[in-house]
């Protein structure tokens, strides 16, 4: 376990909102290490320069979060595949001779997450139904090829964006019209909510489960609230469901480990610090 005091931090714009500060100085407390992980606003058009900066003022990376995760795949020397697939990255790692590796841990955030919440779930030939085809989405969608799903059914408000997504990844990857989704329910062992609706602030996701299979498993990734109307009405249906703030804390984990020297571990105490600054800032 490394002695020597070590810098990180979470770069956005704004970034007042995140709440990797609490997340990864939880974890600096609890495992008595000296090091410190601040939230950095970086103007997007600055974001070359600045990470360059941090680079210079002994930082040993970075988290991206909106709107850098693209800008932080081109400026890196070094892409894991996660990364390279998903086309953007949400992890920085500096090495001693200033050079940038990029990751992304969002899919590993989301199936960990998964896992700790169902854990009798195979993943290995099942239907997964995904809503939406955004930056989240690809992350998901990702992950749920790497994990050996059999068939993602990908529905999205545009269509033409999910086909882009489908013809990005290489996976049994298959594109619904939007007026669809509610049919192929019936198909879905899993459902995976990627959009915002149901977040607080925005409209709730306007979809009846009637023809969701029993045992299909559902998650949403939206944790503000902590039970969305979707995992709801999943709940009230008998389905297992999975709220979003999982992903938030396991996608931490390894960028953590990347920097600290030590894997971290997602527990109930760090669960609930966020759950009650979720409380306290509604």
């Known amino acids: 376990m490394p002695d020597q005091m070590i810098k990180a931090g979470v770069v956005g714009w704004p970034i007042g909102h995140s709440r990797s500060p609490l997340i990864h100085n939880h974890w600096i407390d609890s495992l008595g290490l000296s090091g410190t992980y601040e939230a950095i606003a970086i103007d997007p058009k600055n974001f070359e320069a600045d990470i360059h900066s941090l680079i210079e003022a002994g930082y ?19 892409v894991d595949a996660s990364a390279q697939n998903i086309g953007a990255a949400n992890t920085l790692i500096f090495a001693a001779d200033g050079s940038i590796e990029a990751r992304n841990t969002d899919a590993i955030g989301f199936m960990e997450n998964l896992r700790a919440g169902a854990p009798s779930f195979d993943f290995n030939g099942k239907t997964a139904l995904v809503l939406g085809a955004g930056g989240a989405a690809r992350a ?103 709220d979003g703030l999982g992903m938030l804390l396991h996608q931490a984990a390894p960028a953590f480990a990347a920097w600290f020297g030590v894997m971290p571990t997602v527990d109930v105490a760090l669960r609930q610090l966020i759950i009650d600054d979720l409380e306290q800032n509604k």
């Open 140 to 242: 998901i969608v990702y992950g749920l090829i790497e994990a050996g799903i059999g068939q993602v059914l990908l529905a999205n408000r545009t269509k033409d964006r999910a086909t882009e997504l489908q013809n990005s990844l290489d996976g049994p990857i298959d594109v619904l019209d939007g007026d669809d989704r509610e049919i192929a329910l019936a198909d879905a062992d899993l459902l995976v909510n990627t959009t915002s609706l149901g977040m607080v602030g925005s409209p709730s996701l306007d979809m009846a489960l009637d023809n969701l299979r029993p045992k299909a498993l559902v998650t949403d990734i939206v944790y503000a609230p902590l039970e969305t109307p979707l995992l709801a009405a999943a709940r009230a249906r008998g389905n297992v469901a999975v």
């Open 60 to 78: 040993a990376g970075v988290n991206c979060t909106v709107p850098h995760k693209h800008a932080a795949l081109a400026i890196a020397d070094r």
